[in-house]
């Protein structure tokens, strides 16, 4: 699903314009959900981030929208789970079940909904800059910030390596598979415990070879990492302005506003 991420990012028109701005857009976006009281104000960010991922950054609204499925699916279960168990007063629905009650009172309810609306709009944040921004233009943004420079490049290593073991991962699982390895619960036990150790086997052999490579090209201790400039346009700062500006205005108007 990264790679998906990643290759839809590198087309993406958005891509061009400065990773300055959209990290500050996100973190914006990001901190007006948090900090608001009201499910309104991280809903209006859910439904622009949304709307510039499919319209600015021109990723197909049934593709975004397969993407969003997954993390919505557990966002869901959770506000659900709080509606139930949090809050206090009367209930506004309620049934039983074993003869206990069991039931989601207003208090309860309001609180379900904003961290739905929270996390959608925290989700949907994060998914405009990884649609939007490949991930070695994110570590460069890092370093150009002054993030020690062992944190970004392991980071840069854990993130290619991921795929690497992935795709290693995926091949042996396959192997097995066309070996009936996984054919009951006793041989499919025996064929994970011998993929995890096969696995934990290449990891070492892959960092022996990633340690070798690096010093025969006269690693020195820093990755150099391509930054390009990208100057912000004015009508890049009026749009962004306008939305931190509209933002703003719901956050102030509907703080303490509640759906039910």
């Not at 087309?11 to 007006?32: D, E, Y």
């Not at 749009?239 to 759906?259: D, E, H, K, P, Q």
Request: proline letters at 3%.
């Amino acid at each position: 699903m990264v790679q998906v991420l990643d290759d839809y990012a590198i087309v993406s028109p958005l891509r061009q314009k400065n990773n300055l701005l959209k990290i500050s857009v996100v973190t914006f976006g990001i901190l007006m959900g948090l900090l608001s009281s009201s499910p309104t104000t991280p809903l209006f960010v859910s439904i622009f981030m949304s709307f510039s991922i499919v319209y600015f950054g021109k990723i197909p609204l049934k593709t975004y929208l397969r993407i969003l499925t997954i993390p919505a699916g557990f966002v869901l279960t959770s506000a659900v789970v709080i509606a139930f168990i949090s809050g206090n007063g009367s209930d506004i629905f309620a049934f039983n079940i074993f003869g206990h009650t069991a039931g989601i009172n207003k208090e309860g309810a309001n609180m379900a909904i904003l961290v739905l609306f929270r996390s959608l709009g925290g989700t949907s944040c994060l998914f405009f800059l990884a649609l939007t921004t490949p991930m070695i233009e994110l570590f460069a943004v890092l370093k150009a910030a002054k993030i020690p420079d062992s944190f970004v490049e392991i980071s840069m290593m854990m993130y290619r390596y991921i795929f690497v073991f992935l795709d290693v991962a995926m091949g042996i699982k396959y192997a097995q598979e066309v070996r009936l390895g996984y054919r009951n619960f006793k041989t499919s036990f025996r064929s994970m415990v011998m993929l995890g150790a096969n696995l934990f086997i290449r990891s070492w052999e892959q960092g022996e070879k990633l340690y070798l490579s690096m010093n025969s090209r006269c690693y020195g201790g820093k990755l150099i990492m391509y930054d390009e400039k990208r100057p912000v346009k004015m009508p890049e700062l009026l749009l962004t302005g306008t939305y931190f500006a509209i933002v703003l205005t719901v956050f102030y108007f509907t703080r303490g506003m509640s759906f039910i």
